[in-house]
């Protein structure tokens, strides 16, 4: 049986729970757009997106990741601004900015797991990625409002790196962790 599967991270509740007020105030200021808003519950940050995968090609995947999530420490994040992909003139989706507090060890962790990914047989992401923490999908056109009163200032530590699962229904998206591989100290 396949499932579908990504690699990242995930969030501290409490900041999962700060989210929540972001996420209630930006759906006000955008009423008369079409947005698929994400349960701040479900918010994450996207490694790799894999999608469906057999038992044999998710054990590979498993293997890089605890080869490579044991060569690095812990990493201090912080919360960005409001953005949207790919602009704010025609926005697909909205997301707010992710910061590394000390280097750029989190890109370093990213780009190798894709590198790795490539050797056994992925496609590489043709885009730049950029640590973002998606909140809503919009669903058709029109311009939107980024404009909150407060965005969330919470710093959060990433002290592992996960394989999940995504299980799809009528009622909206299951986030299962397959395996978590826990950061450096």
């Given at each position: 049986?396949?499932?579908?599967?990504?690699?990242?991270?995930?969030?501290?509740?409490?900041?999962?729970?700060?989210?929540?007020?972001?996420?209630?105030?930006?759906?006000?200021?955008?009423?008369?757009?079409?947005?698929?808003?994400?349960?701040?519950?479900?918010?994450?940050?996207?490694?790799?997106?894999?999608?469906?995968?057999?038992?044999?090609?998710?054990?590979?995947?498993?293997?890089?990741?605890?080869?490579?999530?044991?060569?690095?420490?812990?990493?201090?994040?912080?919360?960005?601004?409001?953005?949207?992909?790919?602009?704010?003139?025609?926005?697909?989706?909205?997301?707010?900015?992710?910061?590394?507090?000390?280097?750029?060890?989190?890109?370093?962790?990213?780009?190798?797991?894709?590198?790795?990914?490539?050797?056994?047989?992925?496609?590489?992401?043709?885009?730049?990625?950029?640590?973002?923490?998606?909140?809503?999908?919009?669903?058709?056109?029109?311009?939107?409002?980024?404009?909150?009163?407060?965005?969330p200032q919470?710093?959060?530590?990433i002290k592992?790196?996960?394989?999940?699962?995504?299980?799809?229904?009528?009622?909206?998206?299951?986030?299962?962790?397959?395996?978590?591989?826990?950061?450096?100290?």
């Open positions: 049986m396949k499932r579908r599967l990504f690699i990242a991270i995930n969030l501290p509740e409490e900041v999962k729970r700060q989210l929540s007020p972001l996420i209630l105030a930006l759906a006000k200021l955008n009423r008369r757009v079409v947005i698929k808003w994400v349960k701040s519950e479900l918010i994450h940050l996207t490694f790799h997106f894999l999608g469906y995968l057999d038992q044999i090609r998710e054990e590979k995947i498993l293997e890089i990741i605890a080869k490579i999530s044991q060569n690095y420490h812990q990493i201090n994040i912080k919360l960005g601004g409001l953005g949207a992909f790919p602009n704010l003139t025609s926005p697909r989706v909205i997301f707010l900015e992710c910061h590394e507090i000390d280097g750029n060890v989190m890109t370093s962790l990213q780009k190798e797991i894709g590198k790795e990914l490539e050797q056994i047989g992925f496609e590489p992401e043709r885009r730049r990625w950029q640590s973002h923490l998606t909140l809503g999908r919009v669903k058709g056109g029109g311009k939107v409002n980024l404009a909150v009163k407060e965005i919470a710093t959060f530590e592992s790196v996960e394989l999940m699962e995504s299980r799809l229904s009528q009622a909206g998206p299951e986030y299962i962790v397959v395996k978590s591989f826990p950061l450096k100290p």
